[in-house]
């Protein structure tokens, strides 16, 4: 009799272990995987390698686990007959039930919740031999289950998504890890390559540019008004950038007496970049060909606009002003007295709108640069002052038009937008 019960007692711990064992595997976050990865453990690289393998590791796992559990439930009926009789078999049954459910799965499984490396670190050398006596039964296992699988799921989600990380990072701040100037960085850094160039660009009617047809000394007083460091250069109309001119070397020119020569003489080679090309790219090549403002071409190689590296570096670090700059107000400002609605400028980019208030957005093909190139798609004509147009993240209406362009709007988020 004491042999049963020491072998019941076996069982019923190999049970709990291997319960604890696969909570602990599947428990482990992205970043305990790179953990144990890289620790000089010879079992915490084990339990990585099996981490990997999580086909084998499972089926490994609840064989044993089956295996040990129909076994301690046989040994209980047979020492409950040898003992009581047939009729204790139901009481035996319902008993066993019990002590498998609280020391054998809910117990075992809360502790491996909150020590799941140390647990899968102490295991793996164990899993990883019973993966090697087991191997014919888990291989035919792992391959009649895959054929099941191929029948009902043929589509499978990754298992990191954007979206994931997004949230991994909002929990992050929420939780105290993170500030929230961190964690905005960050969120902006996971959507800086899904970033085009356009949704950044200056448009071509706010670029100051000089025709090559001017002398040094004719360009140098209205480009020192302009205020500006770098200016394209056009040859008879504005379509034609050749190149561009850095103040410094007018500067320069200025000093050597070269005021009669024409501008093209100090020009550069512009780089030339479209409309659809991502941030990442763009600051790529800024770094490569060691320059600071591109000329952005629309989809019929006419000039579209030009994009500097401050407006790449602004995309993660917010809007940066210069000892000369003038600040603008923020773009998007809740209102005080209007507590849920926004004034928001109308050249803001789209998608800083949908990040900074969190809004629900479903983008198909092409994304909208701006808040009015979106209120124009929306309508499909030039809307006016007052105008209140309706759309799946809200309601909008035209505050400030400047001729024929969108300035500044209002703007009300939906209320499945307004609950997040």
């Known amino acids: 009799m004491s042999t049963h019960l020491i072998a019941i007692f076996v069982l019923l711990l190999l049970s709990a272990m291997f319960s604890a064992t696969e909570t602990a595997f599947t428990s482990l976050s992205l970043m305990q995987h790179r953990t144990l990865q890289n620790k000089r453990s010879r079992s915490a690289r084990m339990a990585y390698e099996l981490s990997q393998k999580?086909?084998?590791?499972?089926?490994?796992?609840?064989?044993?686990n089956n295996v040990v559990n129909i076994s301690v439930s046989a040994l209980v009926t047979t020492y409950a007959i040898d003992l009581f009789s047939n009729s204790a078999v139901g009481y035996a049954t319902g008993i066993l039930t019990i002590v498998i459910l609280i020391f054998g799965e809910i117990t075992p499984k809360q502790i491996a919740m909150n020590h799941n490396m140390k647990i899968a670190t102490f295991m793996a050398y164990p899993i990883k031999m019973?993966?090697?006596?087991?191997?014919?039964?888990?291989w035919l296992l792992i391959h009649f289950s895959?054929?099941?699988?191929?029948?009902?799921?043929?589509?499978?989600?990754?298992?990191?998504?954007?979206?994931?990380?997004?949230?991994?990072?909002?929990?992050?701040?929420?939780?105290?890890?993170?500030?929230?100037?961190?964690?905005?960085?960050?969120?902006?850094?996971i959507q800086f390559s899904d970033t085009q160039v356009k949704t950044i660009m200056s448009h071509r009617t706010g670029v100051f540019c000089i025709s090559d047809s001017?002398?040094?000394?004719?360009?140098?007083?209205?480009?020192?008004?302009?205020?500006?460091?770098?200016?394209?250069?056009?040859?008879?109309?504005?379509?034609?950038?050749?190149?561009?001119?850095?103040?410094r070397d007018i500067l320069r020119a200025q000093l050597a007496k070269k005021q009669d020569k024409n501008i093209t003489s100090i020009m550069l080679k512009p780089l030339f970049v479209p409309e659809q090309m991502h941030l990442d790219d763009v600051f790529y090549l800024f770094k490569k060909d060691r320059l600071q403002l591109a000329i952005v071409l629309d989809e019929y190689g006419g000039f579209s606009g030009v994009v500097t590296m401050e407006d790449v570096a602004e995309q993660l670090f917010g809007e940066l002003y210069d000892?000369?700059?003038?600040?603008?107000?923020?773009?998007?400002?809740?209102?005080?007295?209007?507590?849920?609605?926004?004034?928001?400028?109308?050249?803001?980019?789209?998608?800083?709108?949908?990040?900074?208030?969190?809004?629900?957005?479903?983008?198909?093909?092409?994304?909208?640069?701006?808040v009015a190139a979106y209120l124009m798609s929306l309508t499909g004509d030039i809307p006016e002052v007052d105008d209140v147009l309706q759309a799946p993240i809200g309601t909008f209406r035209i505050m400030k038009m400047q001729g024929n362009r969108v300035e500044e709007v209002e703007f009300s988020p939906s209320i499945d937008d307004a609950t997040l």
Do not use: W
Not at 130 to 138: F, G
């Open 54 to 64: 999580h086909d084998i590791l499972i089926t490994t796992v609840l064989v044993g």
């Open 130 to 138: 019973l993966t090697i006596i087991l191997y014919p039964l888990i």
């Open 146 to 189: 895959h054929l099941i699988t191929r029948i009902f799921a043929k589509n499978t989600d990754p298992a990191i998504t954007t979206e994931g990380v997004r949230h991994m990072v909002g929990a992050a701040e929420d939780y105290g890890l993170v500030d929230q100037y961190e964690s905005d960085l960050m969120q902006r850094a």
């Open 214 to 247: 001017l002398t040094i000394g004719e360009a140098f007083p209205s480009i020192v008004r302009s205020g500006y460091s770098r200016i394209p250069i056009y040859h008879e109309n504005i379509e034609d950038i050749i190149g561009i001119v850095l103040v």
């Open 323 to 370: 000892e000369h700059e003038r600040r603008y107000p923020d773009r998007i400002v809740e209102q005080e007295l209007r507590p849920g609605t926004y004034l928001v400028m109308a050249d803001t980019p789209f998608l800083q709108l949908v990040d900074e208030l969190s809004l629900h957005y479903e983008h198909e093909g092409a994304r909208t640069s701006t």
